[in-house]
């Protein structure tokens, strides 16, 4: 985890400095702003296709077909993956969309694209650093006490429900993780809204 502080780290910097200084990063001649608005749309489609795909799809058909626990072991791995890769993605959106469009030239409209842009950028890192650590340390206590009450290999929220009714620990661990995963879960719909309002902008801009 220190590595990848440190990589999110610099590429915040060095989007920061794009967006305020993009003359520090040489001349814009026509094939370095064709490559930056290319590495502009790769990145941001992907990290709008990815919050999409694991919002909206993946993550409901892992829950409805898997194991519980076996749901939430796949689930631990995958998203601090998934919040890194769209960390990065967002970021290196900031700094091209920076490049391109100069804080101190930028129009009204354009501003409030970056500062969609950044929105999706700090709710990806705060889901990284915070909640996802957290939800992660949560979900592995009440699995052990799941298979305690020989729980959790089951397909479905039933089980754990009835348990809970009459084990207070479980029921107890049910609430904290319910909050913890709903703030996860919060940042990461507002993190899919910032980046589909930068959608529709860009949706704007296409002549077909």
């Avoid at 990848?4 to 993009?22: E, N």
């Avoid at 702003?33 to 993946?58: M, N, P, R």
């Avoid at 754990?160 to 049910?174: C, I, Y």
């Amino acid at each position: 985890m220190a590595w990848m502080t440190r990589f999110l780290t610099a590429i915040a910097f060095l989007a920061i400095g794009v967006i305020f200084s993009p003359e520090t990063f040489g001349s814009k001649s026509a094939k370095i702003t064709t490559f930056v608005k290319l590495a502009h749309l790769l990145c941001f489609s992907t990290a709008w296709g990815a919050a999409l795909w694991v919002t909206f799809i993946g993550g409901i058909i892992m829950f409805k077909n898997l194991p519980r626990h076996q749901f939430g072991n796949l689930q631990s791995k995958m998203f601090p993956a998934y919040f890194m890769m769209v960390g990065i993605c967002c970021a290196v959106s900031v700094g091209c969309f920076g490049y391109t469009h100069p804080w101190k030239s930028s129009s009204t409209a354009e501003k409030y694209q970056l500062g969609f842009l950044v929105a999706a950028f700090v709710f990806n890192l705060t889901n990284l650093f915070v909640f996802t650590p957290m939800t992660i340390e949560m979900m592995k206590q009440r699995h052990k006490v799941e298979r305690e009450s020989n729980i959790g290999e089951e397909v479905g929220w039933t089980k754990n429900q009835e348990v809970a009714k009459v084990n207070p620990k479980l029921a107890a661990m049910n609430k904290k993780f319910g909050m913890i995963h709903g703030l996860s879960s919060l940042a990461n719909i507002m993190s899919f809204g910032s980046l589909a309002m930068h959608s529709w902008y860009l949706a704007g801009k296409i002549d077909l």
